[in-house]
């Protein structure tokens, strides 16, 4: 199984950076799909979940700014972030798991870095 995040950067707040997660074949198609970021010294959350059905779930910090959506043809997940702010400075990572961000299936990969300078 591969998942791989990407995107991630340094960006002033205010801006926008979209973060994209290619997925293998089998699980994209049948699966929940995930963000989650860590930010230093925090546990990891779940920031915004997709289902093959089209449902979302987003944490109360990101909604209004965030948007995840899924191209089924690329077998790949994105995360829009707009108005960044510095709390929202962290590690991002995408998984399978549950909508709820309770479970997740693979062990996590190394996530991609977004930083956003005040």
């Known amino acids: 199984v591969q998942l791989q995040a990407s995107g991630g950067g340094l960006v002033q707040a205010g801006g926008s950076l979209r973060l994209s997660c290619a997925a293998s074949?089998?699980?994209?198609?049948?699966?929940?799909m995930g963000w989650y970021r860590q930010a230093p010294a925090k546990q990891r959350e779940l920031v915004a979940a997709l289902t093959s059905g089209g449902s979302t779930n987003y944490a109360d910090s990101v909604k209004g700014r965030f948007t995840i959506s899924r191209d089924n043809a690329k077998n790949t997940v994105y995360l829009q972030m707009n108005s960044l702010n510095p709390e929202d400075t962290a590690v991002y990572y995408c998984?399978?798991?549950?909508?709820?961000?309770?479970?997740?299936?693979?062990?996590w990969g190394q996530g991609t870095q977004v930083t956003v300078s005040s």
């Open positions: 074949g089998t699980i994209f198609s049948i699966n929940v």
């Open positions: 998984n399978v798991g549950s909508i709820d961000g309770r479970y997740v299936r693979y062990p």
